[in-house]
């Protein structure tokens, strides 16, 4: 039987070697982080996403051993351990196929099969299967149990038949079979409830839907899913030659009796046996087997949305910063006014305040005036304006400001408000503002987000930061995990800088938790910060260990060591030390020397303990010490006028921010309280497989306006600026204007139920409706 390290060095594509030693490093305590980026010589320079890849299987494949050592106990146990069995049990590769092998021993409640048994029919059962010879009636005239409840040949029949569908249905075998044959071959049919059409109108693209089991995308699987747990739909595997006529056998009926050889030869019991093989495929098997498959489907479809949500995630995250730029935070709302907040340089409240711009108070012209003097006052450059309800009567009102008074040189940019108002009335927040209204809190979210959104966003739980598919439906232990990992890959790529960064980013270092992150700013605070990386020793209950895995992540910009703004490892001055030493310079003089550095070889330089791969990435850091990986801050212009849907006209072109992607496209933010879809066929003129490919979130676009339906609150949105609204055909079709049977280079062909036809708006419906719900929600219901 192949190893644990064995296997996932085939599935990755590596040598074991580097996979037995990576294991020892994550059960040693090193993280993803850690490992990626300071043993690379351990690991033979595997790659975070290979170790997240790495770290996943091992869990896995770790869970499954754990059962098979249970299950062949349990089996052993029973006395019914054969040499065979123990093999095939040895030898299954996933859990599905290990439950089938279990599945005879399992302990089970009494059934039927167990009670004709104890009766004594299990030789009348063998007896019909070995010899259909045997008539029946007769056989079973001589099995008869009354005291057992088999006082007839019906039911003496009955208990023998319940016998062999037990054995027929628990062979893994078979099973095995029966699964694969179905996934290959079926069809899901899904079909509206009747009565429930009006309360389920937003999943009404699958009332009538049929498509492949196999093939179905994961968006479409969960809104499936979902509207059936919503009482909405109803759905069934089929296969071709099924028939409603339940008098017609069901195709799988034939092949359970080929793998038992039972065949109809006009014998006395072959009629018996066939009516065995019916009763085992639809009392048995049917249900069993789609249950199966719905949770291999809905297996596969949380796993993608998850990485949807993880890779939307990471985008955001990594959003360039604005820096340390004073900045104005202004948090719209009607009624209950526009709540300001004045946060300077280094991310502190320097002043806060409200302003009641918009109906009924009409403040207008006071309001412009109040901003303009706290621009004064405190040196202004960017206006972030949360996107929630009043934004862009909000962001009129900055408009205003900066025409009345051109010399402020004011940005003015719309900032995602999701998960902000979560953030306002949290425990940190209440810890860390003590003094503000949550309303006022939001407002200092807004702005910190624009100067640097990394460090605002890891305060926020990452599953309430809106950019996921179907997040409330997936398993929220493993969304959790994988949302964590990106959170963790994504803080210590950036780096934190010790001496200001929060808890909450603090405890996202590699190494580091809740408590030991405390205790860093318990430190900084009593000390004054830190001079050194070697400091975090003296932290509580920060030993070696914490520091090896930490230290590296952690900047210190004006410390006593220039190398402690760097991202080389304290573990690794001395390789810098001997390249400034060989070379006749100062430590301090070889950092930012590009020309000097470039000239190295990184073999001159290698020790027992460092190889190629870690002194090229010493000399790269040296380039540029401390560089932040993201890129540059770009912002996009919403157009003037344009601010609610009925202000959009198919063929408008308008700059927009990606908000979230998906499998199906891409939702763009162009400012009028509603993100438009486009479509991964509109995404570009090239095939686009994944919608990645082409943007991430955070990305500023050009689109334009291909269909607006109010009602529905939809916009259907071209990438492909040469699109013409309305135009036949499959090129120009967005995810609100798909015509039935026109399909786009993108979209493979779908069956519905009544034959041959594509399914007019797949990716539309239920899930496009659900996911602008969502994202709208998200963005929070002002006061």
């Not at 090193?30 to 690379?40: D, E, M, N």
């Not at 059936?228 to 069901?250: Q, W």
């Not at 046996?273 to 249950?291: C, F, I």
């Not at 990986?629 to 344009?642: C, D, N, T």
Request: charged share 30%.
């Amino acid at each position: 039987m192949i190893s644990i390290p064995g296997r996932i060095a085939e599935e990755l594509g590596v040598r074991e070697q580097q996979v037995n030693a990576t294991i020892t490093l994550l059960d040693e305590g090193a993280t993803v982080p850690f490992i990626a980026r300071y043993r690379k010589e351990v690991t033979g320079a595997l790659d975070d996403s290979q170790l997240r890849t790495l770290e996943e299987r091992l869990r896995y494949l770790r869970e499954l051993e754990e059962r098979r050592d249970a299950i062949l106990r349990s089996i052993d146990e029973q006395g019914k351990l054969t040499d065979e069995l123990k093999s095939a049990v040895e030898q299954a590769d996933t859990k599905n196929r290990l439950e089938d092998l279990y599945l005879p021993y399992k302990p089970k409640r009494r059934t039927k099969a167990q009670i004709a048994r104890e009766a004594g029919l299990e030789p009348l059962a063998d007896s019909l299967y070995d010899d259909p010879n045997q008539d029946p009636d007769a056989a079973a005239a001589g099995y008869l149990n009354p005291e057992a409840g088999f006082s007839d040949t019906k039911a003496t029949l009955e208990g023998a038949r319940n016998i062999l569908m037990e054995r027929f249905a628990e062979d893994a075998e078979l099973l095995g079979r029966l699964r694969e044959y179905l996934w290959n071959e079926g069809q899901l049919k899904v079909t509206v409830i009747e009565g429930k059409e009006s309360e389920g109108a937003k999943f009404r693209d699958y009332f009538d839907h049929q498509e492949s089991l196999r093939k179905i995308p994961s968006h479409r699987a969960l809104a499936i899913l979902r509207g059936r747990n919503e009482g909405v739909l109803t759905y069934a595997i089929t296969v071709e030659g099924e028939s409603d006529d339940r008098r017609v056998p069901h195709p799988a009926e034939g092949k359970i009796a080929a793998h038992w050889h039972i065949r109809d030869n006009g014998r006395p019991a072959d009629r018996w046996l066939a009516e065995v093989v019916r009763w085992t495929w639809r009392v048995k098997l049917s249900t069993q087997l789609e249950t199966d498959l719905m949770a291999q489907i809905r297996e596969a479809a949380e796993a993608e949305a998850i990485q949807v949500f993880a890779n939307n995630l990471k985008d955001l995250l990594l959003l360039a910063p604005a820096g340390p730029r004073p900045t104005l935070g202004l948090d719209p709302g009607l009624r209950t006014g526009v709540k300001v907040a004045i946060i300077d340089g280094t991310g502190q409240v320097a002043g806060y305040g409200a302003i009641y711009p918009h109906a009924p108070r009409n403040q207008w012209d006071p309001s412009i005036e109040q901003l303009a003097k706290w621009c004064r006052e405190h040196r202004i450059e960017l206006v972030a304006i949360g996107n929630g309800t009043a934004s862009r009567e909000t962001e009129k009102l900055v408009a205003d400001l900066s025409k009345r008074y051109p010399e402020l040189k004011l940005n003015r940019i719309v900032v995602s408000e999701s998960g902000a108002s979560i953030y306002s009335a949290s425990e940190f927040a209440s810890r860390e503002l003590p003094d503000l209204d949550v309303t006022i809190r939001g407002a200092v979210s807004i702005a910190r987000r624009l100067q640097d959104p990394l460090a605002e966003l890891v305060k926020i739980e990452p599953k309430s930061i809106g950019v996921g598919q179907y997040q409330h439906d997936v398993s929220q232990v493993q969304l959790a995990r994988s949302l964590d990992a990106v959170v963790e890959d994504c803080v210590n790529g950036v780096g934190v800088d010790l001496n200001t960064a929060s808890a909450p980013l603090l405890s996202r270092v590699s190494g580091l938790n809740p408590g030991t992150a405390e205790n860093i700013i318990d430190f900084r605070n009593r000390n004054g910060g830190f001079l050194t990386r070697r400091q975090l020793l003296d932290v509580p209950r920060l030993g070696p260990k914490t520091f090896e895995q930490a230290a590296g992540f952690l900047r210190i910009s004006r410390g006593d060591n220039p190398l402690d703004r760097s991202a080389v490892h304290p573990e690794a001055y001395g390789v810098v030390e001997a390249i400034a030493r060989k070379n006749g310079r100062k430590v301090s003089d070889v950092i930012g020397d590009v020309s000097f550095l470039r000239s190295l070889k990184p073999e001159d330089y290698v020790t027992e303990r460092f190889g190629v791969p870690t002194i090229r990435d010493i000399i790269a850091e040296l380039e540029k010490p401390g560089r932040d990986p993201r890129p540059e801050f770009r912002f996009a212009s919403f157009q003037e006028g344009v601010e609610t849907l009925s202000d959009l006209k198919p063929g408008m072109t308008l700059e927009g921010t990606v908000t979230n992607v998906t499998n199906f496209g891409a939702f763009v933010d162009i400012g009028v309280h509603q993100d438009g879809l486009v479509h991964i066929s509109a995404l570009s003129r090239d095939f686009v497989k994944d919608p990645r490919e082409v943007v991430k979130a955070g990305d500023i676009v050009k689109v334009k306006v291909m269909e607006v339906d109010i009602p529905r609150k939809r916009i259907g949105l071209s990438m492909r600026l040469d699109d013409t609204p309305g135009e036949s055909g499959g090129q120009e079709r967005t995810a609100t204007t798909r015509k039935a049977g026109a399909r786009g280079r993108n979209e493979p062909p779908s069956r519905n139920s009544k034959g041959g036809k594509s399914q007019q708006n797949p990716p539309q419906g239920a899930m496009a409706g659900a996911l602008a719900q969502a994202l709208a929600s998200a963005r929070k219901d002002k006061r």
